[in-house]
């Protein structure tokens, strides 16, 4: 029994466990451009791969968008991954993810 745990424990088998990267809560406005559309919406959370914004943004999977934190005047690009009832599931695509995230959670 101990040992299946561990095994279960190690393949990351919940989807808490397949996540790359640690998400903060943040709840931080800011605005996302794709092509020729720009949307205001709140960041709910963050990590150094991605984030959860809300409510769910009309972009479909794979789209392209430009990511604006307004107080801090940074911009990170990625493209979306899901929609989901809590919001759009977005991830970063720049090697520079974690330091950009970092002076966000300062701002917050």
């Known amino acids: 029994k101990r040992l299946a745990g561990l095994g279960q424990a190690l393949l990351g088998s919940s989807s808490a466990n397949r996540r790359r990267y640690r998400r903060y809560e943040v709840a931080t406005l800011a605005q996302v451009a794709a092509g020729d559309k720009t949307f205001e919406c709140e960041v709910a959370n963050v ?34 991954i899901a929609k989901a ?11 520079t993810a974690g330091a950009i995230v970092s002076a966000w959670m300062r701002a917050s």
């Open 47 to 80: 990590s150094t791969g991605g984030a959860l914004l809300m409510p769910a943004l009309p972009l479909g999977d794979g789209t392209a968008f430009t990511l604006t934190h307004p107080s801090s005047t940074i911009s990170l690009t990625g493209r979306v």
């Open 85 to 95: 009832d809590e919001g759009t599931r977005i991830e970063f695509d720049q090697p």
